[in-house]
């Protein structure tokens, strides 16, 4: 039978992000034995084992890893509708923009000015987020557009409008020596014993391996190469927020780094078709 039921998902979510049945449930607010009758339900109907259990655990099948990915997108679908429904209905026209904290504010101004001016332009709402977060709020609907940088984001899924491309730098504590430098290569801050580089999240919220500190927002950033601790490769406009204790040296082999305004690819929204020409005008 190929019919899924939304609550079995959501059950299969959080057992495979948990990969404990236990911590699930809790999760859940259930108790666990109805959770696992659920998951073997839920095996039984589409015909595969979805979880390898034994004594030592619970794993993914590869054919779990499948219907995690699916599921997940569906459950985020679901929830896209009922948020964009609501917001329809209460008539207000206005878009939810999604952008992580400390992006080119500059862009960002240039952007909502000249969409302000166009006639009837909708009302934009700006939220900040976290780095990488951008993505899931414009598929579960907390966002109807965002601003995101290729190739850093995960741009599969969306339309996208590019509104800016630059080079990008390396952010150093200013009294360290390379900071005198008028340039870098990558190498040059690679694998520096005195200053290891940040480490970002991932999409799943994980860290590379690394020796550099795990990095969760732009202020813990500042405060850590400012203290001499860590350096970062960022974008040229992020310039815009250095401290005096901050020095930005160009790095001559770094990718460029595009700004994109981004939008889910089903999207038939007046508003944010409205939004995209503005920004292909900008």
Not at 51 to 80: C, K, N, Q, Y
Not at 192 to 204: F, S, T, Y
Not at 235 to 254: E, F, G, I, Y
């Amino acid at each position: 039978m190929d019919t899924l039921e939304l609550r079995e998902l959501r059950y299969f979510v959080a057992v495979a992000e948990e990969l404990h049945f236990g911590r699930a449930a809790r999760r859940l607010g259930i108790a666990q034995p109805p959770l696992s009758r659920a998951v073997r339900q839920l095996e039984r109907r589409i015909g595969v084992t979805l979880l390898d259990r034994d004594r030592h655990g619970v794993a993914l099948t590869a054919a779990g890893g499948v219907l995690l990915d699916e599921a997940r997108a569906i459950l985020d679908a679901t929830a896209a509708a009922a948020r964009r429904t609501r917001r329809a209905a209460a008539a207000t026209g206005r878009l939810i923009l999604a952008t992580k904290a400390g992006a080119n504010h500059e862009l960002l101004r240039k952007l909502l000015d000249a969409h302000a001016a166009e006639p009837d332009a909708a009302a934009v709402e700006v939220v900040l987020c976290g780095l990488g977060e951008q993505a899931r709020m414009l598929r579960d609907g907390r966002a109807d557009v965002a601003l995101m940088q290729r190739p850093f984001d995960a741009l599969t899924g969306f339309d996208t409008e590019d509104l800016l491309t630059e080079q990008q730098i390396a952010i150093l504590p200013a009294g360290h020596p390379l900071a005198a430098r008028p340039a870098l290569s990558m190498a040059d801050i690679s694998d520096l014993p005195d200053l290891p580089l940040a480490r970002w999240p991932r999409p799943d919220g994980t860290y590379a391996p690394g020796p550099g500190p795990q990095i969760r927002d732009q202020s813990q950033l500042a405060q850590l190469i400012a203290l001499g601790h860590t350096a970062a490769v960022l974008c040229a406009s992020s310039r815009a927020w250095l401290w005096n204790a901050h020095a930005a040296v160009p790095l001559t082999d770094a990718p460029h780094v595009t700004t994109v305004l981004a939008w889910p690819a089903h999207s038939r929204s007046l508003a944010v078709a409205g939004l995209a020409r503005t920004a292909a005008r900008l």
